[in-house]
T-cell receptor
Framework: GAVVSQHPSWVICKSGTSVKIECRSL??????MFWYRQFPKQSLMLMAT?????????EQGVEKDKFLINHASLTLSTLTVTSAHPEDSSFYIC?????????????FGPGTRLLVL | DAKTTQPNSMESNEEEPVHLPCNHS???????IHWYRQLPSQGPEYVIH?????VNNRMASLAIAEDRKSSTLILHRATLRDAAVYYC???????????WGAGTKLIIKP
């Protein structure tokens, strides 16, 4: 299957700081990328969908000014958690899909664990 | 979005087959049935998907009922590494979003 990487794999930060998480598709061009959040013992919750070169579409209840998404190229999307607070501590997962190719299945990154103190 | 119903958890013995059921009685004609699994502290991993016919790949088999209102993921010979949460998801091919349910936590006993 296709490979998606995330960096960093885990991060600890102080309340009020911003954290950037990178998501890269390593062996395919991801025309669409998704960002999810997962709290302990819960399922994945879709935060936003982004298409390369255009603004992300956020799910209801997700603050677009707090969770900045930039899908700058077909292989890179970034999620910036601005002014992070302890309630933002979670497992953040990205996925990518390549429209029209065999990778129409979503392929997921390994996740980034964020702990805000 | 059409919803799926799965048992919260299942147990199986190592090296035995495992049948993970999923009900999706409100499935529409264009919904594909996707299965993913998530190992602890990892991102989800694609397992298999199908539309109407049964499907096989190196990881598993997917058996789809004739009326498409249910499906079963079959792991032919479970190993300890198959212990994970398995998600059955319906996806309309016009919309690439995946809507995640609670999944089935599969426990493999040695």
């Amino acid at each position: 299957g296709a490979v998606v990487s995330q960096h960093p794999s885990w991060v600890i930060c102080k309340s009020g700081t911003s954290v950037k998480i990178e998501c890269r598709s390593l062996d395919f061009q991801a025309t669409t990328m998704f960002w999810y959040r997962q709290f302990p013992k819960q399922s994945l919750m879709l935060m936003a969908t982004s298409n390369e070169g255009s603004k992300a579409t956020y799910e209801q209840g997700v603050e677009k000014d707090k969770f900045l998404i930039n899908h700058a190229s077909l292989t890179l999307s970034t999620l910036t958690v601005t002014s992070a607070h302890p309630e933002d501590s979670s497992f953040y997962i990205c996925s990518g899909i390549s429209h029209g190719g065999i990778q129409e299945t979503q392929y997921f990154g390994p996740g980034t664990r964020l702990l805000v103190l | 979005d059409a919803k799926t119903t799965q048992p919260n958890s299942m147990e199986s013995n190592e090296e035995e087959p495992v049948h993970l059921p999923c009900n999706h009685s409100t499935i529409s004609g264009t919904d594909y049935i996707h299965w993913y699994r998530q190992l602890p502290s990892q991102g989800p991993e694609y397992v298999i998907h199908g539309l109407t016919s049964n499907v096989n790949n190196r990881m598993a088999s997917l058996a789809i009922a004739e009326d498409r209102k249910s499906s079963t993921l079959i792991l032919h010979r479970a190993t300890l590494r198959d212990a994970a949460v398995y998600y059955c998801i319906l996806r309309d091919e016009s919309n690439y979003q995946l809507i995640w349910g609670a999944g089935t936590k599969l426990i493999i006993k040695p």
